[in-house]
């Protein structure tokens, strides 16, 4: 398909929409029918007085730009649904005419696309770029019941960026961006070529003119002198097939500008010059059927030697917006490189189509050709890493994270493959199967053998990933994810899991505190609870019990209401509370403290912190000083008789520097079942040296039996632990 040219502003004045109107019409009589080519008119006829008296900033009439939207998806051979609703896309958010009124007088499915389209114009954000996230959420959402919403947009945002330079240098450069980072990807991932490549020149150009202007002019120049060149490949291409018996056309294939400046920005890390990039001569072969392809790669590689390394079987693996394709660099005459693209004409229209390719609406469904399968499944994974979003914000840095994918290749244990961005760790594989394996992942094997969870991914590998029904996300598996379904499920998931162990936690706090005043959560009259919610501000029980988890609100303050007891208590904590008993396995909500880092065993002391639940702290840390001055914070605490975990501790071991002393001292810690987390050497004194070890330990009473047979051996001096 052709590009258009911009035009310079001045080219607009006495545009006459009722010529566009009969050149659109022209068109859709070549493939639609003559009453769907009626409707069309008609939409046109209901959008010019809708948007009568309305110019763009170039001066021409507003419905211009409809009706150029309207002639796009024309010429993409779209249904006269996408069409009328490209014709009325602006008019509900541009005009006094309602959605009611377009399902009235056009159908509901008409109505349905345009209202996708259409910009959240009622309400108030705080800011321009929250506004453009909330936006494109509720065109996702479109997207996911009817996907030419997305076609529609698409071809809106064409010719808005063919018509930039009418805008004021800052909001081009501001529209080109977004064009780059959000539509342009978008495009490629639905597979359709052609837009996403003038979206990307165009919004090049938009972005740096000069740069623009000096690679167009180089290629125009490297192209003039090229041309015998290619020529004469393209007539050997040509030759050889031939005398092969395989019928085929050879086209070459041009290079779009912003794919060369990007090649030119970086490749393998360093930036290289236009010829190095320019020097490489593109081919696309198109045959009939697949086997066809394959043999014509036999017949180029007979033709000219392979470059190693430089050939991918996208027919056998597709990409993932659908394309397929056989692709291979040669060795060409006089030294140069040529790039062969094979492929048949069905997977052509798909290279260039994507999702719009062969569309047949008509019939109620998507189709099932590759590209809408995969179309398909993209936006499932959008709609999910919606509903786990926190706000709009956070979803649309998700969806940009999942538009720009470098494709691996890696196997489920049945053989099954499965496709992931680069760079993609095991957690990314997991998510990708399924959230719930994701969400219970323990460890995983790669080709048999077990590695870290955090490993990255190489194409051709098999993995196998291990689950337990007690595992949960680990926040750390956020510092190294990469799709953006694995991030969002991980925080949906923590959140979630914060949420219950918040609500468990207050549960136990506010039932502690009640049965102090003789009452319990579970006998407690409903008119008294509600009552108490409502003196506390409080909307539900579980909003009450999480807050008090989460050390937002004092249990016996929240007892006190709920008993009906508040006038009666003052301000105080409740006397007489059993105290809260530790443990160890509540989660997040119940922090350790670092500076003095509590074992079980230990005399202990709880601080509600807000937002953290409770602190635990030794009674003798020194860092309680600070707190003192918040006792109706205070939570009295004490260890569960067997707590099943272990937990850290640091130690300072004086040893005589000799050679095999960290050895030595090591193994005697292991030798008593302690395990070294961390281990760190100081030098003092010459002779001496400081050891400081982190030693995982069940209680106070294991850390006692390491530190004696520590202490015992010849070369230390002096062992203690570190304490707050």
């Given amino acids: ?298 017949v180029m590689h007979s033709l000219y030697k392979p470059v190693p390394g430089y050939f991918k079987d996208y027919i056998a693996i597709p990409k993932s917006n659908g394309y397929q394709s056989l692709h291979t660099t040669l060795w060409g005459p006089q030294g140069v490189q040529i790039e062969v693209q094979i492929r048949t004409e069905e997977m052509h229209r798909v290279a260039e189509m994507g999702v719009a390719a062969h569309w047949i609406y008509k019939t109620g469904e998507l189709g099932t050709n590759t590209a809408q399968a995969r179309a398909r499944e993209w936006v499932k994974d959008l709609l999910e890493m919606q509903r786990n979003a926190g706000n709009p914000l956070e979803f649309i840095e998700n969806v940009k994270i999942d538009l720009f994918p470098d494709e691996v290749y890696v196997f489920t244990p049945k053989g099954e493959i499965m496709e992931l961005p680069r760079g993609a760790t095991l957690v990314d594989f997991a998510y990708a199967v399924h959230s719930d394996i994701g969400d219970t992942c323990l460890a995983a094997r790669v080709d048999k053998r077990l590695v870290p969870l955090r490993t990255p991914l190489q194409t051709g590998q098999t993995v196998d990933i291990i689950t337990a029904p007690g595992a949960r996300p680990n926040p750390a598996w956020l510092d190294f994810v990469v799709t953006a379904k694995a991030r969002s499920a991980i925080r949906h998931a923590l959140k979630n899991l914060r949420h219950e162990e918040a609500a468990s936690l207050g549960r136990r706090l506010l039932n502690q505190a009640l049965e102090s005043l003789g009452a319990d959560l579970e006998t407690l009259d409903q008119a008294a609870i509600d009552k108490g919610l409502e003196s506390l501000g409080a909307e539900s029980v579980d909003e009450l019990l999480e807050s008090i988890g989460l050390g937002k609100r004092m249990p016996w303050l929240a007892a006190r209401h709920l008993a009906g007891v508040v006038e009666d208590s003052g301000d105080q904590q409740v006397n007489g509370s059993e105290p809260l008993t530790i443990k160890g396995t509540e989660g997040a909500v119940v922090t350790f403290a670092k500076c003095c880092n509590p074992i079980p065993g230990d005399p202990i002391i709880g601080f509600a912190s807000s937002g953290r639940g409770v602190v635990v702290h030794l009674q003798d840390c020194k860092n309680l000083q600070e707190y003192r001055k918040h006792p109706d914070k205070w939570l009295d605490v004490q260890w569960e008789q067997d707590v099943d975990r272990e937990f850290t501790v640091p130690i300072r071991v004086d040893v005589v520097n000799q050679r095999g002393v960290l050895a030595e001292v090591a193994a005697t810690i292991s030798q008593t079942e302690g395990n070294i987390v961390n281990v760190s050497v100081d030098e003092r004194e010459g002779m001496i040296v400081t050891i400081n070890f982190t030693v995982a330990v069940r209680d106070r009473v294991h850390l006692a039996r390491i530190m004696r047979r520590v202490r015992v051996l010849s070369s230390v001096l002096r062992i203690a632990r570190v304490r707050g």
């Avoid at 150029?68 to 051979?77: D, F, W």
């Avoid at 114009?121 to 997305?150: G, H, P, W, Y």
């Avoid at 007539?235 to 500008?257: C, F, P, Q």
């Fill in 1 to 298: 398909m052709a590009r258009a040219e911009v035009a310079p502003p001045e080219a607009y004045a006495g545009v006459d929409p009722s010529h566009k109107v009969s050149e659109l019409c022209s068109l859709l009589e070549s493939y639609l029918e003559p009453d769907e080519v009626k409707i069309v008119y008609d939409a046109y006829l209901f959008g010019a007085a809708a948007h009568e008296g309305q110019r763009r900033l170039s001066g021409e009439p507003y419905i211009t730009h409809p009706l150029a939207v309207a002639r796009i998806l024309g010429e993409m051979r779209m249904d006269y649904q996408s069409v009328v609703s490209a014709i009325l896309h602006d008019v509900i958010e541009d005009t006094p005419s309602s959605k009611e009124q377009i399902a009235r007088d056009f159908g509901g499915d008409v109505a349905e696309l345009v209202d996708g389209v259409s910009k959240l114009t009622q309400i108030k954000f705080e800011s321009k770029a929250e506004a453009q996230a909330a936006n494109f959420r509720k065109m996702v959402l479109a997207m996911a019941r009817d996907i030419r919403v997305i076609l529609v947009k698409l071809a809106d945002r064409l010719h808005n960026m063919r018509t930039i330079w009418v805008m004021p240098p800052h909001k081009r450069r501001r529209i080109a961006r977004e064009t780059l980072e959000i539509y342009a990807p978008i495009a490629n991932r639905l597979g359709i070529n052609h837009i996403r490549i003038e979206l990307e020149d165009l919004a090049f150009a938009a972005m740096y003119p000069m740069r623009f202007r000096v690679i167009k002019h180089q290629v125009r120049k490297t192209r003039k002198n090229q041309k015998e060149l290619v020529g004469k490949v393209k007539n050997a291409l040509e030759e050889r097939l031939r005398e092969s018996g395989i019928e085929a056309d050879v086209e070459g294939r041009e290079k779009h500008l912003f794919g060369i400046y990007q090649k030119m920005q970086n490749t393998g890390g360093e930036p290289r010059g236009f010829h190095s990039i320019f020097d490489v001569h593109g081919f696309r072969i198109i045959t009939g059927a697949v086997d066809a392809c394959y043999r014509v790669l036999g």
